[in-house]
């Protein structure tokens, strides 16, 4: 038979799946966020059960993510009461404009909710700031003016 006319397996056309990125440096937690890891690792393991073999292989590859991240979590400790650190509400302007937030870990980040990487430029910019204290952000040294500063 023509090699033309051979069936070739879905196998073959299917986009390689590499694994899940793991964000660089270290992998600090909140309580909090401790615990959405393990709902995250408790929801896929249940899942997992039903799955049919395409989802089961995706469960296994987000398994193997969220378990590394379990495995390599450093709970951080509670934030100082007067300077911003990791675990840090702080409420601050930048461009006149007034905004509240709170410094979490990769996998908590949530930028719309105001949750912000303690990784993101803007968090490290805050972070060892505190109250009534002008932060240099974006090439400015007066951009972000610090109002409030305490534990989350």
């Known amino acids: 038979m023509s090699v033309a006319f051979r069936r070739e397996s879905d196998e073959e056309h299917r986009e390689p799946r590499f694994?899940?990125?793991?964000?660089?440096g270290p992998n600090l937690v909140t309580e909090r966020g401790l615990a959405l890891i393990e709902e995250r690792i408790a929801a896929l393991t249940e899942e997992q059960?039903?799955?049919?073999?395409?989802?089961?292989a995706e469960i296994a590859?987000?398994?193997r993510y969220w378990n590394t991240?379990?495995?390599t979590a450093v709970l951080a400790p509670r934030p100082p009461e007067d300077e911003v650190a990791f675990g840090s509400r702080v409420r601050f302007t930048l461009?006149?404009?007034?905004?509240?937030i709170v410094i979490v870990g990769d996998?908590?980040?949530d930028p719309a909710a105001g949750k912000v990487?303690?990784?993101a430029p803007l968090a490290r910019a805050l972070i060892g700031g505190a109250a009534d204290e002008m932060v240099a952000f974006n090439g400015r040294d007066d951009a972000i003016t610090i109002l409030d500063v305490r534990p989350a």
Do not use: H, I, T, Y
């Open 107 to 109: 996998d908590e980040a």
């Open 95 to 100: 461009n006149g404009k007034e905004q509240e």
């Open 19 to 24: 694994e899940l990125p793991l964000p660089s």
């Open 61 to 63: 590859r987000e398994l």
């Open 69 to 71: 991240r379990r495995v």
């Open 117 to 119: 990487a303690f990784s």
């Open 49 to 56: 059960s039903s799955a049919d073999e395409m989802r089961a």
